[in-house]
């Protein structure tokens, strides 16, 4: 193994203990809010467990009888409660205090949880800023010359709503309609400015992945990238390559670009019999300078004047269209680091539920979703792709979420413990120990098997259209 590959295993490894401290973190955080609750209050507690499965460290207080224990699986935790599933009378079991205890309690986990995402966010905002859209390369239209971004623009907010994540501009943009004129607060190269951007065309998403029409709309531009050749392949172009010109000029900066695949097919159409044509591609993990030269190819009479038929011609069989856009760091000083901490906080919990819903409506469909696995993973590739800087983001991120999703009415969650709670009260007594009991433990169940599916379905999940490469 060479000194670099080895680097790369270790990068790799690091990056995946890194993402399993951040679950196991906020997992621990989240047990640890009921610990304190349940202190405050004087429940009863058996024991407080980091990790599951098998015990490898375990001590117990002969003050309070309470075990701390260390267990080998560091996905999960729990803090175990006196008479927390069963009728035991005691003064201090967890059943026998008064609901609204109890709901302080269930609630403590979710809070804290949503207190460390908030105070880990504003961290990463204040230390490195927040991470945004740059707009780097905004596609050139006459039409759209007096309404429309610059290059390098990054996205502060739109119509006077701030703009935390790239899925927030779709929500901004969502419903309006091509030359409607919104207002879009950028800054670039260090200035604030306020556009008036005249939309390219309508908005109309079927779901929160569905974001390609809200940045074609701000004019963001396009590139092409070729997902499969025709056997002929007259071009000689290899799956995976960007179109990035046409040949039609001897130097570079000066040929015709292409967007996409309209844009190549239109200027073959207006083409005459017989002229030739040489494009200016890129391979698929290529820098700048790796661009090169395609084959030429002579034109001749088309049959159907349709852009896949005129890209077969070329040898293209498919291809598909990539956003040009990039992330940059942008620093909001002290009080607007606070400021931007709690409204990213705000805004993921809005986007969760927004998720969610068009999950239990069939907008969106189970492979949007991720188990422990697909977290852990997704986690490792942000932490090598960012450092510490995406380390603190993906933590502030989780804390959020797990804060948002225990608080959910799903049965083995708290937010299903704090409904019975709720009903108890209402009631002045509980539903029977025994129901609730199989409710809870079925849930957890059928949660796992759940968790185990997305993290299945993630295998096949191939993504979709977003960011193309930021160096062209």
């Given at each position: 193994?060479?000194?670099?590959?080895?680097?790369?295993?270790?990068?790799?490894i690091?990056?995946?203990?890194?993402?399993?401290?951040?679950?196991?973190?906020?997992?621990?955080?989240?047990?640890f809010?009921?610990?304190?609750?349940?202190?405050?209050?004087?429940?009863?507690?058996?024991?407080?467990?980091?990790?599951m499965?098998?015990?490898?460290?375990?001590?117990?207080?002969?003050?309070?009888g309470?075990?701390?224990?260390?267990?080998?699986?560091?996905l999960?935790?729990?803090?175990?409660?006196?008479?927390?599933?069963?009728?035991i009378?005691?003064?201090?079991?967890?059943?026998?205090?008064?609901?609204?205890?109890?709901?302080?309690?269930?609630?403590?986990?979710?809070?804290?949880n949503?207190?460390?995402?908030?105070l880990?966010?504003?961290?990463?905002?204040?230390?490195?800023?927040?991470i945004?859209?740059?707009?780097?390369?905004v596609r050139?239209?006459?039409?759209?010359?007096?309404?429309?971004?610059?290059?390098?623009?990054?996205?502060?907010?739109?119509?006077?709503?701030?703009?935390?994540?790239a899925?927030?501009?779709?929500?901004?943009?969502?419903g309006?309609h091509?030359g409607?004129?919104?207002?879009?607060?950028?800054?670039?190269?260090?200035?604030?400015?306020?556009?008036?951007?005249?939309?390219?065309?309508?908005?109309?998403?079927?779901?929160?992945?569905?974001?390609?029409?809200?940045?074609?709309?701000?004019?963001?531009?396009?590139?092409?990238?070729?997902?499969?050749?025709?056997d002929?392949?007259?071009?000689?172009?290899?799956?995976?390559d960007?179109?990035?010109?046409?040949?039609?000029?001897?130097?570079y900066?000066?040929?015709?670009?292409?967007?996409?695949?309209?844009?190549?097919?239109?200027y073959?159409?207006?083409?005459?019999?017989?002229?030739?044509?040489?494009?200016?591609?890129?391979?698929?993990?290529?820098?700048a300078?790796?661009?090169?030269?395609?084959?030429p190819?002579?034109?001749?009479?088309?049959?159907?004047?349709?852009?896949?038929?005129?890209?077969?011609?070329?040898?293209?069989?498919?291809?598909?269209?990539?956003?040009?856009?990039?992330?940059?760091?942008?620093?909001?000083?002290?009080?607007?680091?606070?400021?931007?901490?709690?409204?990213?906080?705000?805004?993921?919990?809005?986007?969760?539920?927004r998720?969610?819903?068009?999950?239990?409506?069939?907008?969106?469909?189970?492979?949007?979703?991720?188990?422990?696995?697909?977290?852990?993973?997704?986690?490792?590739?942000?932490?090598?792709?960012?450092?510490?800087?995406?380390?603190?983001?993906?933590?502030?991120?989780?804390?959020?979420?797990?804060?948002?999703?225990?608080?959910?009415?799903?049965?083995?969650?708290?937010?299903?413990?704090?409904?019975?709670?709720?009903?108890?009260?209402?009631?002045k007594?509980?539903?029977?120990?025994?129901?609730?009991?199989?409710?809870?433990?079925?849930?957890?169940?059928?949660?796992?098997?759940?968790?185990?599916?997305?993290?299945?379905?993630?295998?096949?999940?191939?993504?979709?259209?977003?960011?193309?490469?930021?160096?062209?």
């Amino acid at each position: 193994m060479t000194l670099l590959a080895a680097s790369a295993v270790f990068k790799t490894i690091g990056s995946v203990l890194a993402a399993i401290l951040i679950l196991l973190f906020m997992i621990t955080v989240h047990e640890f809010g009921h610990y304190i609750a349940g202190k405050i209050f004087k429940f009863k507690i058996n024991e407080f467990a980091i990790g599951m499965g098998p015990k490898i460290f375990s001590r117990k207080s002969e003050k309070t009888g309470e075990v701390f224990s260390v267990r080998a699986l560091p996905l999960g935790g729990f803090c175990a409660f006196e008479g927390e599933d069963d009728d035991i009378k005691s003064e201090d079991s967890f059943n026998a205090k008064a609901p609204y205890k109890r709901i302080i309690v269930l609630m403590a986990g979710a809070t804290v949880n949503f207190i460390c995402g908030v105070l880990i966010l504003m961290l990463s905002v204040g230390v490195y800023g927040q991470i945004m859209v740059n707009c780097y390369d905004v596609r050139p239209d006459a039409v759209y010359q007096e309404y429309s971004l610059q290059n390098d623009d990054v996205i502060l907010k739109i119509d006077g709503k701030n703009v935390y994540m790239a899925s927030d501009i779709l929500t901004r943009l969502n419903g309006k309609h091509e030359g409607d004129i919104v207002k879009v607060t950028v800054k670039n190269n260090g200035q604030k400015a306020v556009r008036e951007v005249k939309l390219r065309n309508s908005v109309d998403a079927k779901n929160l992945t569905d974001s390609y029409a809200a940045f074609t709309a701000l004019g963001v531009a396009t590139i092409e990238k070729v997902t499969a050749v025709t056997d002929e392949n007259p071009l000689k172009i290899t799956a995976g390559d960007y179109i990035l010109r046409i040949a039609d000029s001897e130097v570079y900066d000066e040929c015709t670009r292409v967007f996409g695949k309209t844009d190549l097919a239109g200027y073959v159409r207006e083409m005459k019999d017989g002229e030739s044509l040489r494009l200016w591609l890129l391979p698929e993990n290529g820098t700048a300078d790796e661009k090169y030269l395609s084959e030429p190819i002579v034109k001749y009479a088309l049959d159907s004047s349709d852009d896949d038929t005129v890209m077969k011609m070329l040898g293209i069989k498919e291809s598909d269209s990539y956003l040009k856009y990039r992330s940059e760091n942008v620093k909001f000083g002290f009080f607007g680091s606070i400021g931007r901490g709690i409204g990213y906080s705000f805004s993921i919990s809005g986007t969760i539920f927004r998720t969610l819903g068009e999950l239990l409506t069939g907008k969106l469909g189970l492979s949007a979703m991720g188990g422990p696995i697909t977290t852990i993973t997704a986690t490792t590739t942000v932490i090598k792709t960012g450092g510490f800087h995406y380390f603190l983001e993906i933590a502030g991120f989780i804390g959020v979420n797990l804060a948002v999703f225990n608080l959910l009415p799903i049965p083995a969650l708290d937010g299903s413990r704090i409904v019975f709670c709720i009903i108890e009260w209402i009631r002045k007594k509980p539903l029977n120990r025994k129901v609730e009991a199989v409710i809870h433990g079925v849930g957890l169940i059928l949660l796992l098997g759940f968790c185990v599916l997305v993290d299945i379905l993630q295998l096949f999940d191939h993504g979709g259209k977003d960011h193309g490469p930021g160096y062209l």
